[in-house]
């Protein structure tokens, strides 16, 4: 009599087995993905192109320095548990990579974004990050071009793990795109209303290397050195000339990188010193997105350096879940 009951309890064991095993059950479970992400543009990204059935866990907090960025206990427990983690690569999240490689599950892929956008040879050492420290520019997501590849990536890993909600991962993607190419041509035309002589940038943090290329902009010089450091007399020396000589009407800060020698050298320099330019860290709401820093950016940019400071009024800054 009490063989049936062993083999019930038999049945429901390899059941159980079954269903932990088998990844399209899961996804019929109506699960969401987990994810981790670290810098928040690539952060908003993700939560753009997964929608509803992503859950996103940021691990560099909005307004901290990414570099010198280091995780703290929680963020390993959010690491572990993702299923996917990206990452914008070229050495920047450096830490958080390598604690997300000691405790993420085994078959977690950990997306290198900026790895899988540009080839070696396109790899980009300026002022900020020469070549000799062997640590490229990282900040690739100025430039929109490279930003839609990121988003071409995202979606395909999202549909690899989740191929039941292919449709919803490629149509976000599709109206996220279209929005990044309203986005691109709006950046053209606010760099065209700058006239041609104010077309430079002098930056605290080297965050355009990609950008300038890009929409014909030239980066003249970037205050902060590859140590993170403020830089020497002379350095400050060379570059207050160098502000003198172009005769660029301003230079540009920021508020992750406070820094007391900017305001000095546009004192002694003669150019306006404006300190909300952002690379990495998304303004308030309702324009609480990348794109909407963007906007913020080539508004703060333009008016600065003599162009039309409603260039890019017209893009839509919201994010596709309100």
């Known amino acids: 009599m009490k063989r049936p009951q062993l083999f019930v309890s038999t049945v429901f064991v390899f059941l159980v087995i079954l269903l932990i095993l088998n ?32 859950n996103v866990v940021g691990i560099v907090p909005n ?56 080839r070696k040879e396109e790899w980009q050492y300026d002022f900020s990050f020469p070549r000799e420290h062997g640590h490229p520019n990282p900040h690739l997501w100025p430039n929109i071009a490279l930003t839609i590849k990121y988003v071409e990536i995202i979606r395909n890993y999202l549909v690899e793990f989740d191929p039941l909600h292919k449709d919803a991962y490629e149509a976000n ?24 002589s104010n077309r430079k940038l002098v930056t605290y943090h080297d965050s355009f290397a990609y950008f300038a290329p890009r929409y014909g902009m030239k980066v003249i010089a970037a205050i902060q050195p590859a140590s993170f450091t403020e830089p ?33 050298i546009a004192r002694e320099s003669g150019a306006r010193f404006i300190e909300e330019l952002s ?15 963007m906007v913020n950016n080539m508004t703060i940019m333009s008016e600065a350096l003599g162009g039309d400071p409603d260039c890019a009024a017209n893009v839509d800054t919201r994010n596709l879940i309100h």
Do not use: W
């Not at 399209?24 to 993905?33: F, L």
């Not at 994810?35 to 992503?54: F, H, L, S």
């Not at 035309?189 to 041609?196: D, G, L, N, R, W």
């Open 23 to 54: 990844p399209a059950n899961a996804e019929e479970s109506g699960k969401n993905i987990r994810v981790a992400t670290t810098v928040p543009p690539i952060t908003n990204i993700v939560e753009n192109v997964g929608g509803t059935y992503v």
């Open 232 to 264: 020497g007399p002379r350095e400050v020396i060379r570059i207050i000339e160098q502000i003198k000589n172009e005769k660029i009407p301003a230079i540009f800060g920021s508020e992750v990188f406070p820094s007391k020698i900017m305001a000095q």
């Open 173 to 196: 993607a599709s109206v996220y795109i279209a929005k990044l190419k309203q986005l691109d041509e709006a950046i053209f035309a606010c760099v065209k209303s700058i006239p041609e």
């Open 63 to 118: 307004g901290v320095d990414s570099h010198t960025f280091e995780p703290v206990p929680a963020d390993a427990k959010s690491l572990a548990e993702a299923d996917i983690i990206f990452v914008n690569g070229l050495d920047l999240e450096l830490p958080t990579i390598k604690l997300a490689e000691k405790v993420k599950k085994s078959d977690a892929p950990i997306v290198h974004l900026g790895n899988k956008t540009l």
């Open 279 to 293: 690379d990495d860290e998304l303004p308030a709401k309702p324009s609480d997105s990348f794109i909407g820093m």
